[in-house]
């Protein structure tokens, strides 16, 4: 069974930056999307970006598009949220997932879809 372990977060000021982490504990397939969430307490988890292993194709939801970048690094099994320009409303609790997929469906796919999870890291941005 894989694991998603991830890593980074913190509390930073706004218009700052954060690096988050989303490691697997084996390899997995190259057909695997892998998606990030994030939660505001009282909501639901809202889906914000996504990363097709195979072509790297990404994907990206409209608040955090141009400020955030995610990415993957094969051989270390991991993959990146690069968040950029950061804001008060960007607070929350941030969750990678990952579930085989296909390149045309990765952007699509929502948390229902979703089997494998992380532990979630929270994120503070304080205006």
């Known amino acids: 069974q894989v694991q998603l372990v991830q890593s980074g977060g913190g509390s930073v000021q706004a218009g700052g930056s954060l690096r988050l982490s989303c490691s697997a504990s084996?390899?997995?397939?190259?057909?695997?999307?892998t998606a990030w969430f994030r939660r505001i307490p009282g909501k639901e988890r809202d889906w914000i970006a996504a990363?097709?292993?195979?072509?790297?194709?990404?994907f990206y939801g409209d608040s955090v598009k141009g400020r955030f970048s995610i990415s993957q690094d094969g051989p270390k099994k991991t993959v990146y949220l690069e968040m950029n320009s950061l804001k008060a409303e960007d607070t929350a609790m941030y969750y990678c997932?990952?579930?085989?997929?296909?390149?045309?469906?990765?952007?699509?796919?929502?948390?229902?879809?979703?089997?494998?999870w992380g532990q979630g890291t929270q994120v503070t941005v304080s205006s």
């Open positions: 997932a990952a579930l085989p997929a296909n390149r045309w469906n990765c952007g699509s796919l929502r948390e229902s879809s979703f089997t494998i």
């Open positions: 084996v390899y997995t397939s190259p057909y695997t999307c």
């Open positions: 990363i097709f292993g195979d072509d790297g194709s990404t």
